[in-house]
């Protein structure tokens, strides 16, 4: 199985949510849960990409249960660790779902989607490698399509800064990331032309919930 750069989480996949509840609660997913209540309505083509375990699918069910999704994932063990969860969670929808390794390069000329979803995602990059990724993304965004975000934000608190600090130390030991600190998402987005319509604050007013359009 082919192995990319951005495949580091590959060490964390087996105790990645079990430590993301320790040290946020419920509020990494209740961010994501706010998010994709931006889905559009119908039967939207949903892009997620950096989608982890895969859990974040039963939610997209859910809420648009006709949807079609492109699981993009980098990590080969995080990848399959979704596609367990689907068949044993979700199997009557197994149908509408494409299981798809690789990064943003991954992603296709013929490729178009209804809403695009990062979550917890852009916050791995740095600003040169954000505005690639970002660039990428928007060129199979419909016209008019969500862009739903759901990632960290700068905080004002000391102690919301040390975590911060303190996690992107221990995401750079384990999985390799280069970045040393939150890059400018919301600039980079608002580069492509988008503007945020909402904003949900969560864990402190440390992480967000958002719709870009």
């Known amino acids: 199985m082919p192995r ?10 087996a105790f990645y949510d079990p430590l993301a509840r320790l040290v946020f609660g419920r509020a990494l997913v209740r961010a994501q849960q706010t998010a994709l209540l931006g889905l559009p309505a119908g039967a939207p083509r949903v892009l997620i990409i950096g989608g982890g375990t895969g859990w974040v699918l039963g939610e997209i069910w859910r809420e648009r249960p006709q949807a079609h999704v492109c699981y993009l994932e980098a990590s080969p063990r995080m990848l399959a660790r979704a596609r367990a969860w689907q068949q044993r969670h ?64 700068e905080a004002a608190g000391w102690w919301q800064r040390t975590l911060l600090a303190v996690m992107y130390r221990f995401f750079r ?10 890059p400018p998402i919301h600039q980079e987005l608002a580069r492509l032309g988008l503007t945020q319509q909402r904003q949900v604050l969560f864990f402190h007013e440390m992480m967000e919930a958002a719709v870009w359009q």
């Open 4 to 13: 990319f750069p951005d495949a580091g989480f590959d060490r964390l996949a």
């Open 90 to 153: 979700a199997p009557n929808y197994m149908a509408q779902v494409e299981f798809r390794l690789g990064t943003e390069a991954a992603l296709l000329p013929a490729d178009s989607y209804d809403a695009i979803l990062t979550f917890f995602f852009l916050d791995l990059f740095g600003p040169a490698r954000l505005q690639t990724v970002v660039d990428r993304l928007a060129a199979v965004r419909r016209p008019g399509a969500p862009w739903l975000l759901a990632d960290f934000r």
């Open 173 to 182: 030991l384990t999985t390799g990331i280069n970045s040393q600190r939150l």
